[in-house]
Nanobody, 123 residues
């Protein structure tokens, strides 16, 4: 079983940047495709980005493509999300997740989820 812990959230002004991290423990991190999701108050959880087990494939939602970058370090068992040019609509709780199937992540299906980290963008 993989345990995931997010960090790096906070309050940032519109146009600013944040780097979110997700640390994995237990399990074999490199066995999993990884993804970032977010959920704003009153809204459903939405897909943000995904990365394949070796980093060779990435997928982004239309809302963040060109502004966010997902990456992973299998040796350190960490997943990252570099979020630039932040907008007020990026305000949400951000979750990382692990899946044995890359394509399931865009369908918001994952095997393991973290507890989330709050990102608040002030305008």
């Amino acid at each position: 079983q993989v345990q995931l812990v997010e960090s790096g959230g906070g309050l940032v002004q519109a146009g600013g940047s944040l780097r979110l991290s997700c640390a994995a423990s237990r399990g074999i991190f490199s066995n999993y495709a990884m993804g970032w999701f977010r959920q704003a108050p009153g809204k459903e959880r939405e897909f943000v980005a995904a990365i394949s087990w070796n980093g060779g494939y990435t997928t982004y939602s239309d809302a963040v493509r060109g502004r966010f970058t997902i990456s992973r370090d299998n040796d350190k068992k960490t997943l990252s999300l570099q979020a630039n040019s932040l907008k007020s609509e990026d305000t949400a709780v951000y979750y990382c997740a692990a899946s044995g199937r890359y394509n399931s992540l865009t369908a918001r299906v994952a095997d393991y989820w973290g507890q989330g980290t709050q990102v608040t963008v002030s305008s």
